[in-house]
Nanobody
């Protein structure tokens, strides 16, 4: 089990930006693909990013397209989620998790299944 801590959430006005951080004290953390998943009331759980151990990225369609970017700082054992042009529909609890399996097709990373989760960080976007 890999311990994970998310941070960086908070209250932001519509149109603003936030950087979320996912970090672990586990020395194997950089070996895992890492996904960010959000949960909002009345909505299904939604993956918003994934980055592989080799730093390959999943390109997501839908409401986060072009607005959310993920990156890894291996030296800090940290994965970031940079969010811009936030709107109230982005409100929710954002979780970071290690990924159970990955595959590649057409140059895109596919992330399937979740293993170890953090406690989440709340993002609230006001209008």
């Amino acid at each position: 089990q890999v311990p994970i801590v998310e941070s960086g959430g908070g209250l932001v006005h519509a149109g603003g930006s936030l950087r979320l951080s996912c970090t672990s004290s586990d020395l194997t953390f950089n070996n895992y693909a890492i996904t960010w998943v959000r949960q909002a009331p009345g909505k299904e759980r939604e993956g918003v990013s994934c980055i592989g151990a080799n730093d390959r990225i999943t390109r997501y369609e839908g409401p986060v397209k072009g607005r959310f970017t993920t990156s890894r700082d291996a030296a800090k054992r940290t994965v970031y989620l940079d969010m811009k042009n936030l709107n109230p529909e982005d409100t929710g609890v954002y979780y970071c998790a290690t990924v159970a399996s990955t595959s590649y097709f057409g140059g895109n990373l596919r992330c399937d299944g979740y293993q170890d989760w953090g406690q989440g960080t709340q993002v609230t976007v006001s209008s």
